[in-house]
């Protein structure tokens, strides 16, 4: 038997974690961790808190960007790992039918009753390749159309529905794609009637700035697509399983029933990473059209047991423990409380969101002094006060939150679906003591900001 030990290998090199990074990894990593203080060492996780080595415990208002959304180790979904192993099931011989992913896939449908299969692949970006690649064979028509400022991914495909020019420069040639703005329909029937356009994709909460789609858009953008004979596309890796307060983000708005939608992030469990793209059965009856082409699109991993397993115990959760009636009654009362706080603080311009997917918006203040400060900001690079009111958040309230995208003077809470009470009373307090601290005229927070002008004006 090998004598490796996970355990002693952790204990033995595991302080060496940023060094090794710097060293085989993104380097580039390692080096903004240290420069926002983000350089911590935690020990263990569970539910929506991180612990470090003192025992100090941290908020997670991230939840892995979306993965996390039954926080860590829920103890049904490791049981479920465990059994799974124990199990020692024939898994991906590819040449057989095992049970799981047939029994995931039927869970997944009764959630989205108009749509017919499922293809399971690995990632979220994986289950959007999946849809453009389904739209354009579908309806054999190459171009592809998409919101400014979306996200969809980064592999090839995706990028090339990828709203934000930061990710593309550089990677060109893409596929045949045009944007529209979220909500304009006059722009996205002028791109239909060109007659080449396979399909659109939306999040129905765009998570770059954190905007819904406008009252009545997707309803209205689908009726459309269908009458140019295009296809809607519904990405919901991040909005989907319960995020926003219904299982899906395009179910708030009646009528509308999407194509092909995608799915990933919270369905692993934040243990096994999995996609899925569920769409209608004609959609996949042309695509997997004879035995000849019965692997024309598959995944080596896809569909593997421990996701299945996965999978399949975060849903049983979800309606055990009533999630996403959670997210929606949890969310709206931490929308509330700091939309409460709007009128005031001058530098807080906006909250906004659906269930548990919230952007707070700072902008531009009235007061003299403060509005010099924020134009100091703005020169260096625009998006350093939001990362200013991240940082204090962490280093001394314990409470780890994200900026919404380059650029953007918004912050992103996506927290696990499972907060209450308790973690937006600590947010929403920690939260009013860094805007008190940013409102103050020698406030440290402005002192962060200093440091992070030099940086921003070093770097270009």
Known sequence: MTGFDLTALLAERGGERYDLHTRHLNHQLPRMLHTLGFDKVYE???????WDADGQDYLDMLAGFGVMGLGRHHPVVRRALHDVLDAQLADLTRFDC???????????????????RVFFGNSGTEAVETALKFARYATGRPRLLYCDHAFH???????????????????????PDTAVAMGDLDALERELKRGDVAGFVVEPVQGKGVHPAPPGFLRAAQDLLHRHKA???????????????DFFAYQHERGVEPDLVCVAKALSGGYVPVGATLGKDWIFKKVYSSMDRVLVHSASFGANAQAMAAGLAVLAVMEDEQIVANARHTGELLRSRLA?????????????????????EFGRPTSLGLRSRWTMLQTARKGLFAQMVVVPLLQ??????????????????IPPL??????VDR?????????????????????????????????R
């Open 44 to 50: 263990r996780a569970e539910g929506a808190y991180f």
């Open 98 to 116: 095992q049970p799981l992913p047939g029994l995931l896939a039927e869970q997944l449908l009764s959630r989205a009753p108009h749509l017919d």
């Open 153 to 175: 991914g980064l592999t090839t495909g995706a990028l090339s529905v990828n709203g934000e020019a930061g990710f593309r420069d550089g990677f060109a040639p893409l596929l």
């Open 231 to 245: 296809l809607l596309i519904a990405d919901e890796v991040q909005t989907g399983l319960g995020r926003t307060g």
């Open 340 to 360: 409460a706080l709007v009128d005031r603080y001058e530098l807080l311009h906006d909250v906004r969101g659906r269930g548990l997917m919230i952007g707070i």
């Open 396 to 413: 001394r309230h314990r409470i780890l939150t994200q900026v919404s995208g380059d650029h953007l003077e918004v912050i992103k809470l």
């Open 418 to 423: 499972i907060i209450g009470e308790r973690e």
């Open 427 to 459: 947010f929403v307090e920690a939260f009013t003591a860094v805007m008190d601290d940013a409102h103050q005229g020698g406030g440290l927070i402005w002192d962060f900001g200093r440091t992070l002008v030099k940086q921003a004006v070093a770097h």
